[in-house]
């Protein structure tokens, strides 16, 4: 079964650090570049950072750079997603995905973790 | 950033109908157009990409048209099973950018 299963996230101050992981299963991982992207009921579907299938090209939106880290693992299908000095407007679920280069599209989700950042 | 705005943001409808929803991109996006649905508690599926063309597994009462700034994503007969939210989605240029979600609900 093709399979995204994120995990990490959870309550954190603000200013403080989490990390999340992506675990892929059931497709050939390092075929894709990998993204992150939250959800908000205010902002709805946000785009957040994205990988290369050799991490040679990183991206971030503007919002999170200088603050998240994405990085993969191809030898252990993993993604993950470092973020530091965490705001409140970080709240969000997050899903991690894989971007399919022939169609130009997400198309393969995991089922999100959600990040709350409150004192 | 390319804005991307859909219209209606929610509709009611009943099992049956033909539903339409709008997608107006702020720039010209060529054929990078895609549209997402999603349903309580679950993750975005891609139903189409490429303006018009149908992820595999997708029925066929889905259809997706437009070209430039402007696309459509059509239900013929909508389905018990297609009351969810739909998104569409550009990956014309970074950062790829979401409309904000039309939710179809029940009538």
């Known amino acids: 079964e093709v399979q995204l299963v994120e995990s990490g996230g959870g309550l954190v101050q603000p200013g403080r650090s989490l990390r999340l992981s992506c675990a892929a299963s059931?497709?050939?991982?390092?075929?894709?570049?990998m993204h992150w992207v939250r959800q908000t009921p205010e902002k709805g579907l946000e785009w957040v950072s994205g990988?290369?299938?050799?991490?040679?090209?990183?991206v971030y939106a503007d919002s999170v750079k200088g603050r998240f880290t994405i990085s993969r693992d191809n030898a252990k299908n993993s993604l993950y997603l470092q973020m530091n000095s965490l705001r409140p407007e970080d709240t969000a679920f997050y899903y991690c995905?894989?971007?399919?280069?022939?169609?130009?599209?997400?198309?393969?989700w995991g089922q999100g973790t959600m990040v709350t950042v409150s004192s | 950033d390319i804005q991307m705005t859909q219209s209606p943001s929610s509709l009611s409808a009943s099992v049956g109908d033909r539903v339409t929803i709008t997608c107006r991109a702020s720039?010209?996006?060529?054929?990078?157009l895609n549209w997402y649905q999603q349903k309580p508690g679950k993750a975005p599926n891609l139903l189409i990409y490429?303006?018009?063309s149908l992820q595999s597994g997708v029925p066929s009462r889905f259809s997706g048209s437009g070209s430039g700034t402007d696309f459509t994503l059509t239900i013929s007969s909508l389905q018990p099973e297609d009351f969810a939210t739909y998104y569409c989605?550009?990956?014309?240029?970074?950062?790829?950018?979401f409309g904000q979600g039309t939710k179809v609900e029940i009538k």
């Open positions: 989605q550009q990956s014309y240029s970074a950062p790829r950018t």
């Open positions: 995905a894989s971007y399919n280069d022939l169609l130009r599209a997400f198309h393969i």
């Open positions: 720039q010209p996006i060529s054929s990078y």
């Open positions: 059931g497709f050939t991982f390092d075929d894709y570049a």
């Open positions: 490429a303006i018009s």
């Open positions: 990988i290369s299938w050799n991490s040679i090209s990183i």
